[in-house]
């Protein structure tokens, strides 16, 4: 079966700007998380969904928001992009919550210019 | 808050000598406990699992043992070769999903 698509693969954006990413979780899978790994950091969480709530949320500003559809896509959002903002954002899937693994997506960079 | 503590940072060792890299947790409320290894440039993929009702689990090369009482598990690895060169990340999960921060494992040849 496909594995979990992130779009962009790749994003280069302006310092103030806004972006949206993209996750396709695997069919059947109805929890997305998303996670910000930075060169030689571990996985910072920022937000969990399942059913389309927000189940958990990491300790980020405001500036980062996301949402889930129906069909368990999730979107990111970060708004008044800063240069700290640049990392690698990844998504994964599970069947539920809280005992099932993760399937990862291969993640979007993004870098703030 | 919760946290799940991670050692060592960095392991180096022999090709076919063994790695053992431990985790701490707080939560008692955590009853899923995954391994990821995430080899350069790619993303991190599920290795070996352990439920809370489990004490030890083996998949060929691989073990993870569990300590429900001291709240530790262990990742274990054997005969070590050097494609298993890679960070490798515990997880404790439950209402929350906790990762630790990692261990950059070098196996040299």
């Known amino acids: 079966k496909a594995g979990v698509t992130q779009t962009p693969r790749y994003l280069i954006k302006t310092r103030g700007q806004q972006v949206t990413l993209s996750c396709s979780p695997i069919s059947g899978h109805r929890s997305v998380s998303w996670y910000q790994q930075t060169p030689g950091q571990g996985l910072q969480f920022l937000f969990e969904y399942f059913s389309e709530t927000q189940r958990n949320k990491g300790n980020f500003p405001g500036r980062f928001s996301g949402r889930q559809f129906s069909n368990s896509r999730s979107e990111m959002n970060v708004s008044t992009l800063e240069l700290g903002d640049s990392a690698l954002y990844l998504c994964?899937?599970?069947?539920?919550?809280?005992?099932?693994?993760?399937?990862f997506g291969s993640g979007t960079r993004l870098t703030v210019v | 808050g919760e946290n799940v503590e991670q050692h060592p940072s960095t392991l180096s060792v022999q090709e076919g000598d063994s790695a053992v890299i431990k985790c701490t947790y707080s939560?008692?409320?955590?009853?899923?406990f995954p391994w990821y290894k995430q080899e350069l440039g790619k993303r991190p993929q599920l290795i070996i699992d352990?439920?809370?009702?489990?004490g030890e689990k083996k998949d060929q090369r691989i073990a993870v043992t569990l300590n429900k009482t001291a709240k530790h598990f262990s990742l274990h690895i054997t005969e070590t070769q050097p494609e298993d060169s890679a960070v490798y990340f515990c997880?404790?999960?439950?209402?929350?999903?906790?990762f630790g921060a990692g261990t950059r494992l070098f196996v040299k040849a």
């Open positions: 997880a404790a999960m439950g209402f929350k999903t906790i």
């Open positions: 352990i439920r809370s009702n489990v």
């Open positions: 994964a899937s599970s069947q539920g919550q809280g005992t099932y693994g993760y399937t």
């Open positions: 939560d008692s409320a955590s009853n899923y």
